[in-house]
């Protein structure tokens, strides 16, 4: 059983980009592939390529926000987890407890289609079994109850085989249909008025067909599976839409100029099939009837896949009783959530068809939608110690602005029925929140990839009396928030005690150390400080490092505005979490260039030092990993005989340079060689980050998070 050593239990990564992608795209292309375009058409006319085409577009915009929210937290539960995180319990009940009961009704309606499209294809094949599309829907839920308690990764290879014979199966046909109708392959098809009811119905159709892009959140309720989730979610989530999308258009394009509005309006759920038999013959017909049976159970099984993990989550933040967090022993699936899902998908198939109901999960999605985008504005402002995304929206907020205002408008073109259900749902999960869970407090997240604490570094600054040189302000405005030791110190003359040092420059020097203080008043640093009289100031700093626990030491030197981080990288245990996370602290508000400088030791052979290609690659690695962007990082190799003569070569003024200590460096001979070495030599303010003399499980060498990503 996957355990942590306290016994939490874990779900495991193992799904891979190509799982992910056919989760999302095996929801959405699934049932209203079949579905919908010829209820759409009749609507909108072949307009409803726009109506498909905004649908695509707005669930887009939600896509790049959730792509986002899901890197800085990648765990199960999807818009639950995301907009209880950013928005508190009140909102997140409405998204948990809507996710779960809307993917429910959403499944129940997948699995009744894939109970009469099997009793079609076997009248198609000559058999009469009656019409039991009910019992074979309730027995498809059944299985796919089964297959999800079996294990997440049974589920990834089911869903993969179906969604990549789907596509394949897809688009033979479009693109046959396109070169027929286009007159390549057939008789050019005549030119058709594109909206013959007007631009309203293609709004309405689009409101109508949303359903269809309910399945790229589903990527996001699984995070906590998906394996190298800072890359694979936002590939997924993204890719996904755009994939299908396209899959739509196309299909509303060949629909519509194989038969007319009219014909297609009347057809429903076999709407396709006809299109296939008048393009490829009665064998055409069978093949996409196998494969409206492949779609309507792959929907069913990202759903129910998907809306277990809700009930996980919710249930792991105690919103609702911890039993449905169990994990099973053997098999390493939540299956007490699972069945808290399978079970009403199963007893609601009996009910037979439930079209209100699917559009019911529509509006409740699109609620979630809206506020996975407010989700996002509000941490994007808030900006608390947690949030790390190693994906960034591009455009700021107006991406996520736009997200939200689209998906809930969208709700108002909707049945009225619909919506008068769907707010009931909400109603129930506000009473349920009042009545059980507003006492509950969730814990903030914990992303893998940043150590929340160093967002708030310790660093230690000296400043040496009575004559110090000026702080560098605009360093420490780069930092959101930072605690700051200040040690002044005056070093004793050769024969000169400490004490005798103190008396004799002491006012002096107290006088200097307050007005060096006063230029320091930021409202975003924390300072302590502390004026000491020393004859060994080697010693003296050493002490203080040890007794403070500070994560940097920071040589000071002034400076007009920060220009650059240099990095000066010459063995691989340099670069771990508390260098990275200093560095994103400093680099995220400003997009400060991040210049590594790898260090040629001069043909010197050792087996703690990697080749500087793979060195490169281990630190592009990790830095993206804590969310600096790749076009912040630029590369130099240089070669020369020690760290100090590479400050000394690449160092000048305004610039920030960091260096991280080795494990095997001497910290003693290290910071004060550096230190003699920068007051003679280098003009700008150079950052020693310290190697914990103890490392922790939490702060790895680069060397072995490259080798966890690869066992992933």
């Given at each position: 059983m996957p355990q942590t050593k306290r016994g939490k239990e874990k779900l495991q990564r193992s799904l891979g980009l190509t799982a992910a992608l056919a989760i999302g795209i095996g929801t959405m292309v699934g049932a209203g592939i079949f579905v919908f375009p010829g209820i759409a058409i009749g609507y909108a006319g072949p307009a409803a390529m726009a109506s498909f085409a905004i649908a695509g577009s707005i669930a887009l915009?939600?896509?790049?926000?959730?792509?986002?929210?899901?890197?800085?937290?990648?765990?199960?539960?999807?818009?639950?987890?995301?907009?209880?995180?950013?928005?508190?319990?009140?909102?997140?009940i409405f998204v948990g407890i809507g996710q779960w009961f809307g993917l429910v009704f959403a499944s129940s309606f997948y699995l009744v289609g894939f109970g009469q499209y099997l009793v079609e294809f076997m009248s198609e094949l000559g058999l009469s079994p009656g019409n039991p599309y009910v019992l074979i829907a309730a027995a498809g839920g059944v299985f796919l109850t089964l297959l999800n308690i079996a294990g997440t990764k049974k589920v990834g290879n089911f869903q993969n085989g179906i969604v990549v014979t789907l596509t394949v199966v897809l688009v033979m046909m479009f693109a046959y249909g396109i070169l027929e109708n286009m007159g390549i392959t057939g008789e050019r098809q005549p030119l058709i008025v594109f909206a013959p009811n007007g631009a309203w119905p293609v709004f309405t159709t689009a409101a109508l067909i949303f359903t269809s892009f309910l399945g790229f959140v589903?990527?996001?309720?699984?995070?906590?599976?998906?394996?190298?989730?800072?890359?694979?979610?936002?590939?997924?989530?993204?890719?996904?839409?755009?994939?299908?999308?396209?899959?739509y258009v196309i299909a509303i394009f060949v629909t519509s100029t194989s038969l007319t509005a009219s014909q297609l309006s009347g057809l429903g759920e076999n709407a396709m099939i006809k299109v296939a038999e008048e393009i490829i013959g009665d064998f055409g017909g069978m093949i996409v009837l196998l494969a409206a049976l492949m779609a309507t159970l792959s929907s069913a099984n990202a759903s129910v896949l998907s809306s277990s993990r809700a009930v996980y989550a919710l249930?792991?933040?105690?919103?609702?009783?911890?039993?449905?967090?169990?994990?099973?022993?053997?098999?390493?699936?939540?299956?007490?959530?699972?069945?808290?899902?399978?079970?009403?998908?199963?007893l609601f198939t009996l009910l037979g068809r439930l079209e209100i109901l699917a559009e019911v999960a529509s509006l409740l999605h699109l609620i979630f939608y809206s506020l996975i985008c407010v989700s996002l504005v509000i941490l994007?402002?808030?900006?608390?110690?947690?949030?790390?995304?190693?994906?960034?929206?591009?455009?700021?907020?107006l991406i996520p602005i736009l997200g939200s205002v689209t998906s809930f408008g969208l709700i108002f073109l909707m049945q009225t029925l619909s919506i008068m259900i769907g707010f009931s749902i909400l109603l129930l999960s506000a009473g349920w929140y009042f009545l059980y869970a507003r006492h509950v407090?969730?814990?903030?997240?914990?992303?893998?990839?940043?150590?929340?604490?160093?967002?708030?570094?310790?660093?230690?600054?000296?400043?040496?009396l009575p004559n110090p040189d000026p702080p560098p302000v605009s360093l420490f405005r780069a930092f959101k928030s930072l605690n700051l030791f200040v040690l002044g110190y005056?070093?004793?003359?050769?024969?000169?005690?400490?004490?005798?040092?103190?008396?004799?420059?002491?006012?002096?020097?107290?006088?200097?150390?307050?007005?060096?203080?006063?230029?320091?008043?930021?409202?975003?640093?924390?300072?302590?400080?502390?004026?000491?009289?020393?004859?060994?100031?080697?010693?003296?700093?050493?002490?203080?490092?040890?007794?403070?626990?500070?994560?940097?030491?920071?040589?000071?030197?002034?400076?007009?505005?920060?220009?650059?981080l240099l990095i000066p990288i010459y063995r691989q245990d340099q670069i771990n979490t508390r260098m990275a996370a200093i560095l994103r602290e400093l680099s995220e508000s400003s997009k400060l260039p991040v210049s590594l400088i790898f260090l040629d030791h001069k043909g010197k052979h050792d087996e703690n030092i990697l080749s500087l290609d793979e060195l490169e690659f281990q630190t592009r690695n990790l830095l993206q990993r804590t969310g600096i962007q790749s076009t912040q990082i630029k590369t130099k190799s240089i070669s020369v005989d020690s760290i100090t003569d590479a400050v000394v070569q690449i160092s000048s003024a305004?610039?920030?340079?960091?260096?991280?200590?080795?494990?095997?460096?001497?910290?003693?001979?290290?910071?004060?060689?550096?230190?003699?070495?920068?007051?003679?030599?280098?003009?700008?303010?150079?950052?020693?980050?310290?190697?914990?003399?103890?490392?922790?499980?939490?702060?790895?060498?680069?060397?072995?998070?490259?080798?966890?990503?690869?066992?992933?």
């Amino acid at each position: 059983m996957p355990q942590t050593k306290r016994g939490k239990e874990k779900l495991q990564r193992s799904l891979g980009l190509t799982a992910a992608l056919a989760i999302g795209i095996g929801t959405m292309v699934g049932a209203g592939i079949f579905v919908f375009p010829g209820i759409a058409i009749g609507y909108a006319g072949p307009a409803a390529m726009a109506s498909f085409a905004i649908a695509g577009s707005i669930a887009l915009l939600v896509a790049f926000s959730t792509a986002e929210l899901a890197t800085a937290m990648p765990e199960n539960g999807g818009a639950y987890y995301f907009v209880s995180r950013a928005m508190g319990n009140r909102f997140g009940i409405f998204v948990g407890i809507g996710q779960w009961f809307g993917l429910v009704f959403a499944s129940s309606f997948y699995l009744v289609g894939f109970g009469q499209y099997l009793v079609e294809f076997m009248s198609e094949l000559g058999l009469s079994p009656g019409n039991p599309y009910v019992l074979i829907a309730a027995a498809g839920g059944v299985f796919l109850t089964l297959l999800n308690i079996a294990g997440t990764k049974k589920v990834g290879n089911f869903q993969n085989g179906i969604v990549v014979t789907l596509t394949v199966v897809l688009v033979m046909m479009f693109a046959y249909g396109i070169l027929e109708n286009m007159g390549i392959t057939g008789e050019r098809q005549p030119l058709i008025v594109f909206a013959p009811n007007g631009a309203w119905p293609v709004f309405t159709t689009a409101a109508l067909i949303f359903t269809s892009f309910l399945g790229f959140v589903q990527i996001a309720t699984v995070a906590g599976e998906i394996k190298k989730p800072h890359i694979n979610l936002p590939r997924a989530l993204v890719g996904s839409v755009l994939i299908v999308t396209a899959l739509y258009v196309i299909a509303i394009f060949v629909t519509s100029t194989s038969l007319t509005a009219s014909q297609l309006s009347g057809l429903g759920e076999n709407a396709m099939i006809k299109v296939a038999e008048e393009i490829i013959g009665d064998f055409g017909g069978m093949i996409v009837l196998l494969a409206a049976l492949m779609a309507t159970l792959s929907s069913a099984n990202a759903s129910v896949l998907s809306s277990s993990r809700a009930v996980y989550a919710l249930s792991k933040d105690k919103m609702i009783s911890q039993f449905a967090a169990k994990v099973h022993d053997h098999f390493g699936t939540p299956h007490i959530a699972v069945l808290l899902v399978g079970i009403p998908i199963t007893l609601f198939t009996l009910l037979g068809r439930l079209e209100i109901l699917a559009e019911v999960a529509s509006l409740l999605h699109l609620i979630f939608y809206s506020l996975i985008c407010v989700s996002l504005v509000i941490l994007r402002k808030e900006r608390p110690l947690w949030y790390a995304p190693t994906y960034r929206v591009p455009g700021g907020r107006l991406i996520p602005i736009l997200g939200s205002v689209t998906s809930f408008g969208l709700i108002f073109l909707m049945q009225t029925l619909s919506i008068m259900i769907g707010f009931s749902i909400l109603l129930l999960s506000a009473g349920w929140y009042f009545l059980y869970a507003r006492h509950v407090k969730i814990p903030e997240p914990v992303p893998p990839h940043i150590i929340p604490k160093l967002r708030e570094p310790h660093i230690l600054m000296t400043a040496e009396l009575p004559n110090p040189d000026p702080p560098p302000v605009s360093l420490f405005r780069a930092f959101k928030s930072l605690n700051l030791f200040v040690l002044g110190y005056v070093e004793s003359p050769e024969q000169t005690s400490p004490q005798q040092s103190q008396q004799e420059e002491g006012e002096e020097a107290r006088e200097a150390f307050k007005e060096y203080l006063d230029h320091l008043s930021f409202k975003n640093i924390n300072i302590n400080y502390e004026l000491a009289y020393t004859s060994n100031y080697s010693d003296t700093l050493s002490s203080f490092i040890s007794e403070q626990e500070v994560h940097a030491l920071l040589i000071p030197a002034e400076m007009k505005v920060l220009n650059r981080l240099l990095i000066p990288i010459y063995r691989q245990d340099q670069i771990n979490t508390r260098m990275a996370a200093i560095l994103r602290e400093l680099s995220e508000s400003s997009k400060l260039p991040v210049s590594l400088i790898f260090l040629d030791h001069k043909g010197k052979h050792d087996e703690n030092i990697l080749s500087l290609d793979e060195l490169e690659f281990q630190t592009r690695n990790l830095l993206q990993r804590t969310g600096i962007q790749s076009t912040q990082i630029k590369t130099k190799s240089i070669s020369v005989d020690s760290i100090t003569d590479a400050v000394v070569q690449i160092s000048s003024a305004d610039d920030l340079i960091i260096i991280s200590e080795s494990e095997l460096d001497k910290r003693e001979r290290w910071f004060s060689s550096l230190h003699d070495k920068i007051q003679s030599e280098v003009k700008c303010p150079v950052l020693l980050i310290f190697q914990e003399k103890e490392k922790s499980k939490t702060d790895k060498t680069v060397q072995e998070k490259a080798e966890e990503v690869v066992s992933d």
